[in-house]
């Protein structure tokens, strides 16, 4: 049994997650409370949202007493965040995940030297050079690992 976690909301906040079964409940425009049934994938979805308005909250907490914030401008600042990447619906932002999931898998499917130099030049952003000195190869050794494996992985997207 999941019992939901003890997370502060803040009050615009117009949903409440209840995550032993996966139901988002909302008041809806009748006043009437509205529980809906969602995806894993969903709800993972309403749970980083929630996560990243607490961490904007503590942000501002940690920061109003420099910005005299009075309440509406406080409001205004977190309106204004939390609708910076509107032009995203759920379903675009699920499929991103979904794409980010499997470009993960498929990394992680490499062969371990090519696995290893991958996530060196694209996620610890070091260059060819860097890498070859690391592990006592060639540049070129190096880049013709990471071609390899990106072909690799962009063969098995396709298919």
Same mark, same amino acid.
Request: charged share 35%; glycine share 0%.
């Given at each position: 049994?999941?019992?939901?976690?003890?997370?502060?909301?803040?009050?615009?906040?117009?949903?409440? *997650?209840?995550?032993?079964?996966?139901?988002?409940?909302?008041? =809806?425009?009748?006043?009437?409370?509205?529980?809906?049934?969602?995806?894993?994938?969903?709800?993972?979805?309403? =749970?980083?949202?929630?996560?990243?308005?607490?961490?904007?909250?503590?942000?501002?907490?940690?920061?109003?007493?420099?910005?005299?914030? =009075?309440?509406?401008? *406080?409001?205004?600042?977190?309106?204004?965040?939390?609708?910076?990447?509107?032009?995203?619906?759920?379903?675009?932002?699920?499929?991103?995940?979904?794409?980010?999931?499997?470009?993960?898998?498929?990394?992680?499917?490499?062969?371990?030297?090519?696995?290893?130099?991958?996530?060196?030049?694209?996620?610890?952003?070091?260059?060819?050079?860097?890498?070859?000195?690391?592990?006592?190869?060639?540049?070129?050794?190096?880049?013709?690992?990471?071609?390899?494996?990106?072909?690799?992985?962009?063969?098995?997207?396709?298919?």
């Amino acid at each position: 049994m999941v019992k939901d976690p003890k997370r502060r909301k803040c009050k615009e906040n117009p949903y409440r *997650l209840n995550f032993e079964k996966e139901i988002v409940s909302f008041i =809806d425009s009748k006043g009437i409370l509205q529980e809906v049934k969602v995806s894993s994938e969903v709800f993972e979805l309403f =749970d980083s949202f929630e996560l990243e308005d607490i961490s904007y909250l503590h942000k501002v907490d940690k920061y109003a007493d420099f910005r005299n914030y =009075d309440n509406s401008e *406080l409001m205004d600042a977190i309106i204004y965040h939390n609708t910076q990447d509107t032009n995203k619906s759920i379903i675009d932002i699920i499929q991103e995940q979904e794409e980010i999931d499997l470009l993960y898998k498929l990394i992680n499917d490499l062969p371990e030297i090519q696995k290893r130099r991958i996530k060196k030049y694209f996620f610890d952003n070091k260059t060819f050079n860097e890498i070859a000195i690391e592990e006592s190869c060639t540049k070129r050794a190096v880049k013709f690992s990471i071609d390899i494996a990106l072909k690799n992985i962009l063969e098995k997207i396709k298919k």
